[in-house]
């Protein structure tokens, strides 16, 4: 099955303590992205990957990190997280947007942080 | 940067009528893509359409179309016989391509549709 991964679903933690969450599709997809949602600001995106090694910011990329080492995997790292985290991360994989036709994106079902 | 919005934080529509969502984005560049994505109470984003910039036929799927106007830089969606099933946050997107093949997805603040039985 078709899918994107994202783990953990829910994390509670504390400021200060770094955390990675984890991302994987085995669509072999090109393009995967990590985008937060927050309540009256709709979804924005944190970073996002061209291909393996190939990455960009996003909209709001302060305060992480992101890694493409492998095609599969995309983890967004929190070096130090902060109370102004605290949401809600989905990521997301799709075929190259250049390739005509456009493609969708998959999402993950979300991960719910919590910083305290 | 691009800007979407979604001027209507919510709506309702009565089962099986019609309802239209709106939604205007700022560019200025000429290839671009859209979408309409859906998110129920589950959480899950799921694509409802998609189109093409330089594509000048409204997109269809099934009960689900688009009023594209380029010039006017709107994207409305029409959903047609609205179902209970409908229920759901609504997020227009935008994929503009920003050099080197690399591409950048914004999406609007979310329409909050209510379908009532």
């Known amino acids: 099955e078709a899918q994107v991964t994202q783990n953990p679903r829910y994390l509670i933690t504390v400021t200060g303590k770094k955390l990675t969450v984890t991302c994987s599709q085995n669509m072999n997809h090109e393009y995967m992205s990590w985008y937060r949602q927050d309540p009256g600001l709709g979804l924005r995106q944190i970073y996002y990957s061209m291909n393996v090694e190939v990455t960009d910011k996003g909209d709001v990329p302060e305060g992480y990190k992101v890694s493409r080492k492998e095609k599969r995997n995309f983890p967004l790292i929190l070096e130090s997280p902060s109370p102004n985290q605290t949401s809600l991360y989905f990521c997301?994989?799709?075929?190259?947007?250049?390739?005509?036709?456009?493609?969708?994106?998959?999402f993950g079902d979300g991960t719910r942080l919590s910083i305290l | 940067a691009q800007t979407v919005t979604q001027s209507q934080p919510e709506m309702s529509v009565q089962e099986a009528e019609t309802v239209t969502l709106s939604c205007t984005y700022d560019?200025?560049?000429?290839?671009?893509?859209l979408f309409w994505y859906k998110q129920p109470p589950s959480r899950q984003m799921i694509l409802v359409i998609r189109q093409e910039a330089y594509k000048q036929q409204n997109a269809t799927e099934n009960r689900f179309s688009v009023n594209f106007q380029k010039a006017a830089k709107s994207f409305s969606l029409k959903i047609s016989d609205s179902q209970l099933g409908d229920t759901a946050m609504y997020f227009c997107?935008?994929?503009?391509?920003?050099?080197?093949?690399?591409?950048?997805?914004?999406f609007g603040k979310g329409t909050k549709l209510s379908v009532i039985p």
């Open positions: 560019t200025s560049e000429n290839n671009y893509y």
């Open positions: 997301a994989s799709s075929l190259s947007p250049a390739r005509p036709p456009n493609q969708p994106q998959h």
């Open positions: 997107a935008f994929m503009n391509p920003r050099g080197a093949g690399s591409y950048q997805l914004t």
